[in-house]
């Protein structure tokens, strides 16, 4: 049975390793095919420089992305197979004993082992790959920083949600995992609320968007709209970095929508009017509850399957794992059903950018509905542009990864919304 699984599962991490690099190979061939000349639809607005800069951003990207997979594999392999978990139960145990302590430890010891081998990659990212596009404004010092505060958070966070977890797994009965998934949505539903304004301030300033001329238009496109006057601010994102975005986050009252500075240093009243329409339209058609109900949905299935993995005798064995008489293996499940879940996951991640990608389209349509969809077509544009996104993304990487819909597509959309000769 132990050999069926882990032939199973190495199968399994293989085929994940073998789409992963080839998606990423597929995304940079196409993209460096198509650097030769702008498309035509964006001929008039992005030069040839600019188009081929997006074209090498992109390709080096995939080949940190790459490098990235391949460890994650490696790092997979030497906790399971490779015998690093089980000397990590092996050390732990003597030391914490039998009990809460020793499950929590040995979840933390993994977490920080991930981290560690993230650090270097995220370092690369940030002082090579960025810095080498011009888009880094982040010092080393910044950087440890960043590092250090997100560790604290996780630990602070991370950890009684790890205890609570790993204490219904040891008391509330077989169907801890129900217990586990409301404990899960309450904190999930919580941390929606105290983000915006406990969490993110710990890294970013806030400033009310509006002030000034913008301050009418704003304001009058919130009323027709229904969304709170005071709930649109700008973030000092070019502190760490040159990339603009504006995003929708929170949940009830402290639900607000975020301007990065650099983005509204870049657009004209009339485009970041039209970007707010169109953070305004997920507001409006509820993007933020839906996709807060279907990951909350996939959880409970996830959890379920994790009830059913932890009766089955072969289940942590054929990962590598066996625990002694007398140690708890909850944490070594939880452990190993966190490093499994992505290599299935992953065949799900088209149903969940095509989700995305759909609300996407909803938001551009709600924001043609509301003002000038020619506005948010140049909105767009200077974003692709200041961002070196790719204009020729392969379609089948787009399937998979991408959370927006290919440049193309969504300008023809818009447009199909613009009065004709405007
Ligand atoms: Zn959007």
């Not at 959370?403 to 613009?418: E, G, K, T, V």
Request: contains cysteine; positive net charge.
């Amino acid at each position: 049975m132990n050999a069926f699984f882990t032939t199973l599962f190495a199968t399994v991490l293989v085929l994940h390793l073998a789409l992963k690099l080839w998606l990423s190979g597929r995304q940079a061939r196409h993209v460096a095919r198509n650097a030769g000349a702008v498309p035509a639809q964006f001929a008039a607005t992005i030069g040839l420089a600019d188009h081929q800069r997006a074209a090498r951003y992109t390709v080096a990207k995939q080949r940190l992305g790459a490098i990235q997979t391949v460890v994650g594999a490696l790092v997979f392999v030497a906790l399971t197979w490779g015998g690093c978990l089980q000397w990590l139960v092996g050390q732990l145990a003597p030391l914490a004993g039998h009990g809460l302590l020793f499950e929590v430890a040995l979840v933390a010891s993994v977490a920080i082992i991930l981290s560690l081998v993230d650090l270097p990659l995220d370092w690369v990212r940030t002082f090579r790959l960025e810095q080498a596009f011009g888009f880094n404004r982040m010092t080393p010092a910044m950087f440890l920083a960043d590092a250090g505060r997100t560790f604290l958070l996780g630990a602070l966070i991370g950890l009684p949600v790890v205890a609570v977890v790993l204490a219904l797994m040891r008391s509330a009965g077989p169907a801890w995992w129900l217990w586990a998934w409301a404990f899960w949505s309450a904190f999930s539903l919580a941390l929606g609320v105290i983000y915006p304004w406990l969490i993110a301030p710990l890294f970013n300033r806030f400033t009310p968007l509006g002030e000034g001329p913008l301050r009418a238009r704003i304001g009058d496109l919130l009323a027709r709209t229904g969304f709170r006057s005071n709930g649109v601010y700008t973030m000092d994102g070019s502190r760490r970095s040159t990339h603009g975005n504006a995003y929708f986050t929170g949940l009830g009252a402290a639900k607000r929508i975020v301007f990065y500075d650099t983005l509204v240093a870049r657009l004209g009243p009339d485009e970041i009017e039209a970007v707010l329409a169109h953070e305004l339209g997920h507001f409006r058609l509820h993007h933020v509850t839906k996709r807060l109900v279907s990951g909350l949905a996939v959880t409970l299935a996830w959890l379920a399957l994790l009830g059913w993995l932890q009766t089955q005798d072969w289940f942590a064995p054929s990962l590598g794992v066996v625990t002694a008489p007398g140690i708890p293996g909850n944490a070594v499940d939880l452990v190993l059903f966190a490093l499994v879940v992505p290599l299935f996951a992953f065949v799900l991640a088209p149903l969940q950018s095509a989700l995305s990608r759909r609300h996407e389209f909803e938001a551009d349509a709600f924001a043609a509905r509301h003002v000038s969809a020619q506005s948010l077509v140049q909105a767009l544009v200077k974003l692709y542009q200041d961002n070196a996104s790719t204009l020729t993304p392969d379609p089948l990487h787009s399937a998979f990864y991408d959370s927006h819909p290919p440049a193309a597509i969504r300008i023809n959309r818009l447009l199909i919304h613009a009065p004709t000769g405007a």
